[in-house]
């Protein structure tokens, strides 16, 4: 939809809004302004059919990830083989350049950061609250990129991580990430073995 916004508000009648991009504020925004009654057309974010046309409302700046609230996990987990899982989230976008990918497409038509990353710290308490308040034992990153181009910086990363990890008690969990195949290094991927790294998609495109 950020990208096919013209097609689909020209095609399908049915559909008089669309919101580009990260839609976390934007979609707050639309539903306040709609429950109050108010006019929804020039929202930053979105572009919206109107009576006289469409009315692009312009990009709206993509948050800083740490500026985000956790996400809203109500009910019980998922499992997988009796272990509750949770989905997480550490960065967005990814550093790279391939033609054929949707994610540099996208991240190159917002207004922001192609690659932006959380603070370790927000990470592990984020999985502190999940694993207290849920059970979780087994995190799925769904980064489109778990690394930087840089072994130090990711060994710097994901160390501090780890000891984030350890000071909150948290040596029974099970991790799995996604990253490209230049950034696999032996000493980066033994500290994330001894994080609890089970699984690692690895784009060989």
């Given amino acids: 939809a950020t990208l096919e916004h013209t097609n689909i508000l020209r095609e399908y009648r049915e559909v008089d ?8 504020w ?4 639309l539903c306040s302004r709609l429950a109050a009654g108010e006019e929804i057309a020039g929202i930053e974010g979105t572009v919206v059919r109107t009576p006289t046309g469409i009315v692009d409302g312009g990009k709206r700046r993509i948050p800083a990830l740490d500026d985000l609230p956790f996400p809203d996990r109500r009910g019980p987990p998922h499992e997988v083989m009796g272990v509750p899982i949770s989905p997480i989230i550490g960065s967005r976008g ?7 990918c949707c994610i540099y497409a996208y991240a190159e038509n917002a207004d922001g950061a192609r690659y932006r990353r959380r603070s370790p710290e927000s990470i592990a308490a ?3 609250e999940e694993y207290d308040r849920r059970g ?7 980064d489109d990129n778990f690394f930087v181009p840089s072994r130090d910086k ?12 350890d000071a909150n008690g948290m040596s029974d969990i099970a991790l799995v990430i996604k990253c490209r195949p230049n950034d696999v ?3 980066l ?5 001894s994080m609890g790294l089970i699984r690692a998609y690895v784009g060989i495109e």
């Fill in 26 to 29: 934007t979609l707050r925004e």
């Fill in 189 to 193: 991927f033994q500290l994330l073995k």
């Fill in 136 to 142: 979780i034992r087994f995190f799925i990153f769904h």
């Fill in 126 to 128: 984020e999985m502190k």
């Fill in 17 to 24: 809004s669309v919101i580009r991009h990260e839609g976390e």
């Fill in 185 to 187: 290094n032996h000493e």
């Fill in 154 to 165: 990711n060994i710097a990363r994901y160390t501090r991580l780890k000891e984030l990890i």
């Fill in 94 to 100: 990814c550093y790279a350049d391939c033609s054929f």
